[in-house]
């Protein structure tokens, strides 16, 4: 990167992550995050967490006179989701795996009643249901292997979107 790109463009992965950790914080203390009003919550904080590192771009931009090449919006994108990203899902596992234990059982259970009912509504014969719900009790909010995969797959994700934001907002700085 440039020079002039300072560090604190890589708090905005901080502010976004923070804005994470205080809706998980909802979700403990206040809001049932399978309710409507905690799953519209959850598409606000994805949307405004993919905006908030988006501007780290723009900002970016913005010190370099309306210049980036393509590893500038790239790096800057990436760098700030993977803060974003490891500050939720470590608050997370905290939560889950040495705060309240107990928590983790409530919402583990409840995503195993909601999927029974989801799949006895599909009207699959009552094997298949026994099936899926023995690879959901291996895969549950109890297994950290669960929260490793989800972060892999949360980067690999915002690595696509990345290229999209790096190839959107490339403006290569002439030289004559």
Known sequence: MQSNSSKD????????????????????????????????SGVVLLLSN????????????????????????????????????TLSLGFVVLLYF???????DLVVEKQYEMQYEQLLNRNISEEQIENQLAVLSEWNGKNIKVYL???????????????????AMKKNNPVF
């Open 50 to 85: 993919f905006i908030i590192c988006f501007w780290s771009v723009v900002e970016f931009k913005k010190r370099n006179n309306g210049f980036a090449t393509f590893k500038e919006v790239f790096s800057i994108f990436m760098i700030n989701r993977i803060i974003n990203i």
């Open 9 to 40: 463009l890589y708090n905005y992965g901080v502010v976004a992550g923070g804005l994470a950790i205080f809706l998980q914080l909802g979700y403990y203390l206040f809001i049932d995050q399978f309710s409507s009003l905690g799953k519209v």
């Open 149 to 167: 995969f989800t972060w892999l797959g949360y980067i690999i994700v915002n690595a696509i979107i990345g290229l999209l934001v790096g190839a």
């Open 98 to 104: 040495v705060i309240d234990t107990d928590f983790r």
